[in-house]
C-alpha cells in the first residue's frame, strides 16, 4: 500500500510539474492562430489592392530559381539576372500589348458602338424571329435590345458611367505600374523575401513547414505554369480556329475570353463553347459553317484535355473540379479576381498540409 502511494503521488507531482509545460505549448498556437486571423481579415480589408502584389509574387516565384541558378553557374552578381529578367518581362509585356491591345480595342469598339445589334443579334440566336412574353407583354428581339440598350444608357448616366470609367483607368494605370515595381523588388531581394517569410513561422513548427513546402512547392511551380501555357494554348488555338478558319466577327475578344475561361473547368469551357457558338450561328449562312464550329470545338476540347492539359499540368496537381469549383466561388466571393487566382493554390496547399501530417505519400483530393 504505502508504495501504491509513492507512486500515486509521484505520478500527481509529476502531472503538476507538467501543466506549466503543457500551457506553455498552448500560447505559441494561440498566438500564431490570433495572428492567422488578423492576417486573414487584414487582406480582405485591403483586398482591393492586392491583385499587383499577388501577380507581382507569382512572377518572382517562378523566375527566382532561375536567376539563382543562372547566379550560380556563371558566379555572376545576382542582381544582373534579376535585372535581365525584369527586362525580358517588360518587353514582353509591350509587345503583347503592341500585337493584341489594338486589336482587342476595335473588337471592343465594334461591339459596344453598335450595342443594340449586338444584343439582338444575340437574342435572334436564341428566339429567333418569334416574340415572347414578358410581364404580360409581347416582344420581339429588336424590342428587347432596345429596351436593354435604354436601361444601360439610363444606368451609365445616373451612376456617373464616365467618372467611373475614368477612376477604373486610372486605377488600372496605377496597378500595372505597381506590379512591375514590386516586381523589380521581389526579384532582386527574393531570397531575403523567402527568408522572412520563413521567419514568421514559429521555430518549433519550422520542421514540419520545411517538409509542407517540399511538397507544395514542385505543385504550385507546375500549376502555375501549367495554367499560363493551357490559356496561352487556348487563346492562340481560339484565334486560329474563329478567326483565321471560320472567319468569325470578333475572333480576338472571343479568343482571349476563351483562353481565361479556360482556368475554370467544367463551367469555363462550357461557358466559352457556348458563347463562341452563338456567335458562329449568328453569323452562319449554311450548315457547313455551322459543322465547322462544331468540329472546330470538338478538336480545341480534346486537344486541351487529352494532350496539352495532362502534359503540363500533370496528374500531382490536379484537384477535383468539384472542389475547384467551390474554391473559385468561394475565393471569388470574399477577395474578387484575387480570390480566384488564389483558389487552387490554397487547396494544394491544405492538401500538402494533410498529405504531410498524415504521413501519406501522395493524396489525391
Not at 176 to 191: E, N, R, T
Not at 228 to 237: D, E, I, P, R
Not at 322 to 335: A, M
Request: proline content about 4%; glycine content about 10%.
Amino acid at each position: 500500500m504505502e508504495g501504491q502511494r509513492k507512486v500515486r503521488d509521484a505520478s500527481v507531482r509529476s502531472t503538476e510539474l507538467l501543466q506549466p509545460q503543457r500551457q506553455a505549448e498552448r500560447i505559441p498556437a494561440l498566438v500564431g492562430i490570433t495572428v492567422l486571423a488578423a492576417a486573414v481579415m487584414f487582406l480582405y480589408a485591403v483586398r482591393r489592392i492586392l491583385l499587383p502584389f499577388v501577380l507581382a509574387g507569382i512572377l518572382a516565384y517562378l523566375c527566382a530559381p532561375l536567376i539563382d541558378r543562372c547566379a550560380a553557374y556563371t558566379r555572376r552578381p545576382r542582381w544582373l539576372f534579376a535585372a535581365a529578367v525584369l527586362l525580358l518581362l517588360i518587353g514582353l509585356a509591350v509587345l503583347a500589348g503592341l500585337l493584341w491591345i489594338p486589336a482587342l480595342m476595335d473588337e471592343i469598339v465594334a461591339v459596344f458602338g453598335d450595342l443594340q445589334a449586338t444584343i439582338e443579334g444575340f437574342l435572334r440566336s436564341f428566339i429567333g424571329n418569334r416574340r415572347v412574353e414578358l410581364l404580360g407583354q409581347s416582344f420581339d428581339a429588336a424590342q428587347i435590345a432596345t429596351a436593354s440598350v435604354d436601361g444601360v444608357r439610363g444606368w451609365f448616366v445616373r451612376s456617373g458611367g464616365v467618372l467611373s470609367l475614368a477612376a477604373w483607368g486610372f486605377a488600372g494605370a496605377g496597378g500595372f505600374i505597381l506590379l512591375w515595381v514590386v516586381l523589380g523588388y521581389l526579384l532582386f531581394d527574393s531570397q531575403r523575401v523567402a527568408a522572412g517569410l520563413a521567419w514568421l513561422v514559429p521555430p518549433r513548427r519550422r520542421a514540419f513547414a520545411v517538409r509542407v513546402w517540399q511538397r507544395l512547392d514542385p505543385l504550385l511551380r507546375r500549376y502555375f505554369l501549367g495554367v499560363a501555357l493551357v490559356v496561352a494554348y487556348a487563346t492562340t488555338a481560339a484565334y486560329v480556329g474563329l478567326g483565321l478558319v471560320l472567319g468569325l466577327h470578333h475572333a480576338v475578344l472571343l479568343a482571349l475570353l476563351t483562353g481565361l475561361l479556360e482556368v475554370i473547368p467544367v463551367i469555363g469551357p462550357g461557358a466559352s463553347a457556348v458563347i463562341a457558338g452563338l456567335v458562329a450561328v449568328h453569323h452562319a449562312v449554311s450548315a457547313a459553317d455551322i459543322i465547322g464550329y462544331v468540329l472546330y470545338a470538338i478538336a480545341l476540347r480534346l486537344s486541351i484535355d487529352q494532350f496539352v492539359g495532362p502534359i503540363v499540368l500533370g496528374t500531382a496537381a490536379r484537384v477535383h473540379p468539384v472542389l475547384v469549383i467551390f474554391c473559385f466561388l468561394s475565393g471569388g466571393i470574399v477577395f474578387g479576381i484575387v480570390g480566384f487566382i488564389l483558389a487552387v493554390p490554397v487547396a494544394l496547399s491544405i492538401k500538402a498540409i494533410l498529405a504531410v501530417s498524415y504521413g501519406d505519400p501522395q493524396v489525391e483530393a
